[in-house]
């Protein structure tokens, strides 16, 4: 049996390249409505992009708290200078609950 969910947790990771772009532009919109408030964070956010070969997203079940969450999100954000930052989303149903935004260091 532990080897059937460890074959099926390998399964549920859904690699870079099969990623759904508009997924990750989605986790980015609703990152930047929330910061709509901080316009410095809202400029940044503005000037990025999704480096949409750097997106993965694993598929799980599981609970943060009360919280069903279905989907975790990371991607590499990208401005005219490069890595602007890393971007961590999770999801249910494939709506946005939660979006972290780590800048570039």
Avoid: F
């Avoid at 316009?39 to 480096?51: G, H």
């Avoid at 969450?69 to 999801?91: F, H, I, M, Y």
């Amino acid at each position: 049996m532990k080897h059937i969910t460890a074959l099926l947790t390998l399964c549920l990771c859904t690699p870079a390249w099969a990623a759904t772009p508009s997924l990750a532009r989605r986790c980015l919109d609703y990152g930047k409505a929330q910061m709509a408030q901080n316009r410095d964070v809202l400029a940044r956010l503005n000037a990025s992009r999704i480096d949409e070969q750097d997106v993965e997203i694993n598929r799980y079940d599981g609970y943060v708290g009360r919280q069903p969450v279905a989907t975790e999100l990371r991607a590499a954000l990208r401005d005219k200078q490069g890595v602007s930052g890393k971007l961590l989303c999770l999801l249910n149903d494939d709506t946005p609950l939660y979006v972290y935004i780590e800048p570039r260091a």
